[in-house]
């Protein structure tokens, strides 16, 4: 019951920064997570893959009466996404606003607005400032056309400087507010999902199978206790992709070995799964919804205008499983009650940060701790079934931490008796 060695295999999003920055904020959160619950945890340095394409490092985690062992594998793409970033600004505009056009006019976008308008909102933004900018620019294109004409420039020669200065003034003001705006990533990331949805990304597909092939190869040689697949962001439906490819190479994967875990956090599925040429990416939806030997939970946050909140994946991709069904359990998160009080109100404008608080350390302690969940003695099923017995365990007194395991132990030997602190059916949602 309680986990002693754990191997957590974590799989980017969209992330340009890739490695290096991620283990830099995942050392500095580490540290964060020690001094918040009086415990020692320290972490190796990452050693690459021969492939580059994966790094791995190890934390040991003690407190007063558990310690655990940690192998965790970070999955990269930033290879992939920083070509993307490197295109050239006009391909990347005509491009973006091409398929914007086209989830507009199918219908897709409506689909999104419907399932969640944040979301909706959110990836609209882009369009709208670009769209913006370029209204402003077209303006003073027109000024500087207007002198031309003045000073006697015939037609053809002050129109095409006029739209020579646009293009220029229009590229130069997108790559030089970049860092604040975030436009040019945004709309790469609109193409990206785009081509990945509609199988126009083989280098994507081909990474996704090798990494299919290493979960695989871990859930048949591993001595850990659990092994969970952890997808954020895009990597939500990454992770659906390579669990599913894996039980295709392993129908057993779940059955022997290490319990396998599949946790999705701030997910973004209906951007693959809305569109109508994704219909293996629901197939493999339908094929875990069903799957008896693995746990997929779904942690959603309502501040998190990056992720859909009240969503279900399978009812809103029109999957039907009836009593079959078994997975998602969805847990929303409440960052409300992770976040102390005085930082709450400047971190909830703060869209980015929000979107990475949930691989990043609490600054109060709950049930919802992406740290305890990688480092901690509680497996990650029974954590999200019982959550205050999960937190009584790492803030409890001795007394309190044995009711706590009883009330875990129940929750794992018979769902249905858990106390006072109930339970989750496969697919329903627990309050925050």
Aim: glycine share 6%.
């Amino acid at each position: 019951m309680r986990v002693q060695r754990r191997h957590i295999i974590y799989i980017q999003g969209y992330d340009p920064r890739g490695l290096a920055q991620y283990y830099r904020m995942f050392r500095t959160e580490l540290r964060k997570f020690a001094r918040l619950y009086g415990l020692s945890a320290t972490t190796s340095r990452p050693q690459a893959a021969e492939s580059g394409e994966m790094a791995s490092w190890t934390i040991e985690t003690k407190a007063a009466d558990w310690q655990t062992r940690t192998d965790y594998d970070f999955l990269r793409f930033e290879d992939f996404i920083q070509r993307d970033l490197a295109q050239p600004i006009w391909r990347t505009v005509f491009q973006a606003v091409w398929i914007y056009w086209r989830l507009i006019f199918r219908g897709t976008a409506f689909r999104f607005f419907a399932a969640n308008w944040r979301f909706a909102t959110f990836i609209t933004y882009p369009h709208l400032l670009l769209l913006a900018e370029a209204i402003c620019i077209a303006a003073i294109a027109f000024a500087v056309e207007t002198g031309l004409d003045a000073l006697g420039v015939p037609d053809p020669f002050s129109i095409a400087a006029a739209a020579a200065f646009f293009v220029a003034l229009l590229g130069t003001v997108l790559k030089y507010t970049e860092k604040r705006t975030y436009l040019l990533y945004l709309l790469s990331d609109t193409i990206w999902t785009w081509e990945f949805s509609h199988r126009q990304r083989p280098e994507w597909d081909e990474r996704i199978d090798r990494f299919a092939q290493h979960l695989v190869k871990v859930a048949g040689a591993s001595t850990a206790d659990e092994i969970v697949l952890v997808g954020h962001s895009s990597g939500s439906f990454l992770g659906v992709e390579i669990l599913a490819r894996a039980l295709r190479l392993d129908p057993a994967l779940g059955r022997h070995g290490p319990r396998v875990v599949l946790l999705t956090i701030g997910g973004n599925f209906p951007i693959v799964g809305f569109h109508a040429a994704s219909r293996d990416f629901r197939d493999h939806l339908r094929q875990l919804a069903v799957e008896p030997s693995i746990d997929w939970i779904d942690c959603q946050a309502r501040k998190d205008v990056m992720n859909f909140f009240q969503f279900d994946p399978l009812a809103a991709h029109g999957i039907d499983v009836g009593a079959e069904r078994r997975n998602p359990t969805i847990v929303p998160v409440r960052f409300r009650e992770i976040i102390l009080p005085e930082h709450y109100k400047s971190f909830r404008w703060q869209f980015f940060r929000v979107h990475f608080q949930f691989v990043m350390a609490n600054e109060v302690p709950h049930a919802y701790d992406f740290f305890m969940i990688v480092c901690g003695p509680v497996p990650l099923a029974e954590r999200m079934a019982v959550p205050q017995a999960a937190l009584t365990v790492a803030t409890g007194d001795a007394t309190a931490r044995e009711w706590a395991w009883k009330q875990l132990e129940n929750a794992r030997s018979d769902p249905k008796d858990v106390g006072e602190l109930g339970t989750m059916e496969p697919g329903a949602r627990r309050r925050g």
